[in-house]
């Protein structure tokens, strides 16, 4: 009731190779917000995430960054948006200048500008409440700058009207232009980012859509996670809480389990720092702490009617290799690392049948993660493994 809102921001790799990690995280958002970049436009990766975004239908505001640079003109940008993603675009806000010239932003709601001021090096900004026709504006604009944005906006005018419904059906994505480097522009575009998003959605069941204000409390884990504090060993399990409210200590039914369990020990991370959780509802992500119980779309949930949520896909590796360990000696470490890293889901594991451990056939949807899995395999477990690539695209 004191007006303020949470929002949880997951952030994912935006590289293709680590398309897998990027699907996982689509299943749990109510929306998404798609970093584009101003020098380089529509690029192969995000095409990828448009797709994705498109395929689990989720609601995706664009924030065009890195207009401190020298860019693409940004009638150019929006129309390679509409072009290459094929979506309609509402620009909220528009730059003025870009690169050097890079003056700040004409925000369409307020009919302000937010411009650059000359507040030591950290080029603070400051809003002011403008009428385009002012010719004041010229003060702080110049007058090149001035005739500009008049020109821009009246460009702007003549296009399509803003549709809050189309935003949420995912037929119209609201743009936003700044520079996350220097944080210009990213506090406008939070702002009006909290206004239009939605509380969060309902989710598919075995049972039906369950509603977020449903009393019974209910989630899946969508991602695990290995080793996150290197000196307890630990392993983190992170839910998405769908419905009710969840209390650390309480008893829950693990339907892929079929027992009841207890979930004691809870956090929430933000960078580097986690905290406990001792409640937390539907919308929130929580990680708990995995003794090895739980799988990627397990879902846990309360109450007499044992409910499932829809699987999470798995993906068809691409890229085979085979993985040998340099040190015999190592053999537990190298079987312990190479189990948990395949729990993640990060590595897909065959073996040959009446093979050992010592030599397996790794596959992935990305060769980077051939270099994740060396990499972690010698910091997180002390183990050298030699990848011998295979020349196979499928596996039956």
Same mark, same amino acid.
Request: hydrophobic share 35%; with cysteine.
């Given at each position: 009731?004191?007006?303020?809102?949470?929002? @949880?921001? !997951?952030?994912? %790799?935006?590289?293709?190779?680590?398309?897998?990690?990027?699907?996982?995280?689509?299943?749990?958002?109510?929306?998404?917000?798609?970093?584009?970049?101003?020098?380089?436009?529509?690029?192969?990766?995000?095409?990828?995430?448009?797709?994705?975004?498109?395929?689990?239908?989720? %609601?995706?505001?664009?924030? @065009?960054?890195?207009?401190?640079?020298?860019?693409?003109?940004? $009638?150019? !940008?929006?129309?390679?948006?509409?072009?290459? !993603?094929?979506?309609?675009?509402?620009?909220?806000?528009?730059?003025?200048?870009?690169?050097?010239?890079?003056?700040?932003?004409?925000?369409?709601?307020?009919?302000?500008?937010?411009? $650059?001021?000359? &507040?030591?090096?950290?080029?603070?900004?400051?809003?002011?409440?403008?009428?385009?026709?002012?010719?004041?504006?010229?003060?702080?604009?110049?007058?090149?700058?001035?005739?500009?944005?008049?020109?821009?906006?009246?460009?702007?005018?003549?296009?399509?009207?803003?549709?809050?419904?189309?935003?949420?059906?995912?037929?119209?994505?609201?743009?936003?232009?700044?520079?996350?480097?220097?944080?210009?522009?990213?506090? %406008?575009?939070?702002?009006?980012?909290?206004?239009?998003?939605?509380?969060?959605?309902?989710?598919?069941?075995?049972?039906?859509?369950?509603?977020?204000?449903?009393?019974?409390?209910?989630?899946?884990?969508?991602?695990?996670?290995?080793?996150?504090?290197?000196?307890?060993?630990?392993?983190?399990?992170?839910?998405?809480?769908?419905?009710?409210?969840?209390?650390?200590?309480?008893?829950?039914?693990?339907?892929?389990?079929?027992?009841?369990?207890?979930?004691?020990?809870?956090?929430?991370?933000?960078?580097?720092?986690?905290?406990?959780?001792?409640?937390?509802?539907?919308?929130?992500?929580?990680?708990? $702490?995995? %003794?090895?119980?739980?799988?990627?779309?397990?879902? !846990?949930?309360?109450?007499?009617?044992?409910?499932?949520?829809?699987?999470?896909?798995?993906?068809?590796? &691409?890229?085979?290799?085979?993985?040998?360990?340099?040190?015999?000696?190592?053999?537990?470490? $190298?079987?312990?690392?190479?189990?948990?890293?395949?729990?993640?889901?990060?590595?897909?594991?065959?073996? &040959?049948?009446?093979?050992?451990?010592?030599?397996?056939?790794?596959?992935?949807?990305?060769?980077?993660?051939?270099?994740?899995?060396?990499?972690?395999?010698?910091?997180?477990?002390?183990?050298?493994?030699?990848?011998?690539?295979?020349?196979?695209?499928?596996?039956?």
């Amino acid at each position: 009731g004191d007006g303020k809102r949470d929002f @949880i921001l !997951l952030d994912t %790799p935006g590289h293709a190779d680590f398309s897998t990690e990027m699907e996982r995280t689509l299943q749990v958002l109510d929306c998404a917000i798609l970093v584009i970049s101003g020098t380089d436009g529509v690029q192969s990766h995000t095409r990828t995430l448009w797709r994705l975004l498109k395929r689990y239908e989720v %609601p995706t505001f664009l924030f @065009i960054n890195k207009m401190d640079r020298e860019t693409k003109d940004p $009638f150019d !940008l929006c129309e390679e948006v509409e072009r290459e !993603l094929g979506i309609d675009t509402y620009a909220m806000n528009w730059p003025i200048g870009c690169g050097k010239e890079f003056q700040g932003v004409y925000d369409r709601e307020k009919k302000s500008i937010l411009f $650059f001021g000359d &507040e030591g090096k950290g080029r603070k900004s400051s809003s002011v409440e403008i009428e385009l026709d002012d010719p004041e504006v010229a003060n702080y604009l110049g007058e090149k700058s001035w005739e500009q944005i008049r020109d821009d906006v009246e460009l702007l005018g003549a296009g399509r009207d803003f549709d809050m419904e189309a935003v949420q059906n995912g037929t119209l994505s609201p743009v936003f232009f700044g520079s996350a480097l220097s944080t210009f522009g990213v506090e %406008p575009f939070l702002e009006s980012f909290l206004k239009m998003t939605t509380s969060p959605l309902a989710r598919t069941s075995d049972e039906g859509v369950i509603d977020p204000i449903e009393e019974g409390f209910s989630a899946f884990v969508f991602k695990i996670q290995a080793n996150m504090n290197k000196a307890h060993r630990d392993r983190i399990a992170f839910l998405r809480i769908c419905s009710g409210k969840f209390t650390r200590g309480m008893e829950v039914n693990h339907i892929q389990g079929g027992k009841k369990i207890k979930l004691a020990q809870s956090t929430q991370m933000m960078a580097q720092d986690r905290e406990t959780v001792d409640e937390a509802y539907a919308g929130d992500i929580v990680g708990l $702490f995995d %003794p090895g119980i739980f799988s990627i779309g397990d879902t !846990l949930c309360t109450g007499k009617e044992k409910i499932q949520y829809e699987g999470i896909p798995t993906f068809a590796p &691409e890229h085979f290799a085979r993985v040998t360990q340099v040190d015999t000696m190592k053999r537990k470490q $190298f079987v312990k690392g190479m189990e948990q890293i395949a729990q993640e889901g990060a590595i897909q594991i065959f073996k &040959e049948p009446g093979g050992g451990f010592e030599e397996v056939i790794v596959g992935v949807v990305g060769v980077l993660q051939l270099e994740v899995l060396e990499h972690r395999l010698k910091t997180e477990y002390n183990v050298d493994i030699r990848i011998t690539p295979l020349p196979y695209a499928h596996i039956r």
